[in-house]
């Protein structure tokens, strides 16, 4: 994932339609927007049954000692996972627009072809 994470914005920026067609390129951001999301709004939901009490244990029924291994869990270690959903909600986010102007990237240039 992390070389699709790489390759995959590079391809789009460079062209490189002759390489890997448009319709993969573009599943390949929609997917990974997609993943990405799911996964931030998913701890994010999980953080906030923690925090009103609803889930003590959050949705995935583990407590925070359960999940980082330590017995005692830091301030820290909260606000650092905190951090981390919402790089991933961001990434998300971006490769969305990403995939997005990519696809009117390609309209407009078709558009323009018919029109000449």
């Not at 701890?43 to 889930?55: E, H, P, Q, Y």
């Not at 330590?70 to 820290?76: N, P, T």
């Amino acid at each position: 994932m992390f070389v699709l994470g790489i390759i995959v914005p590079l391809a789009i920026v460079q062209s490189w339609e002759r390489v890997l067609p448009r319709w993969m390129l573009l599943t390949a951001c929609r997917i990974g927007s997609i993943v990405l999301v799911v996964r931030a709004v998913a701890s994010m939901i999980d953080d906030f049954c923690r925090f009103t009490g609803i889930l003590p244990n959050g949705i995935t029924g583990m407590t925070y000692a359960q999940i980082t291994g330590d017995s005692q869990v830091s301030a820290y270690t909260l606000w650092s996972g905190r951090g981390i959903d919402v790089y991933f909600l961001l990434g998300g986010i971006l490769y969305g627009i990403a995939a997005w102007h990519y696809g009117q990237q390609k309209r407009r240039a078709k558009r323009f072809s018919l029109d000449r």
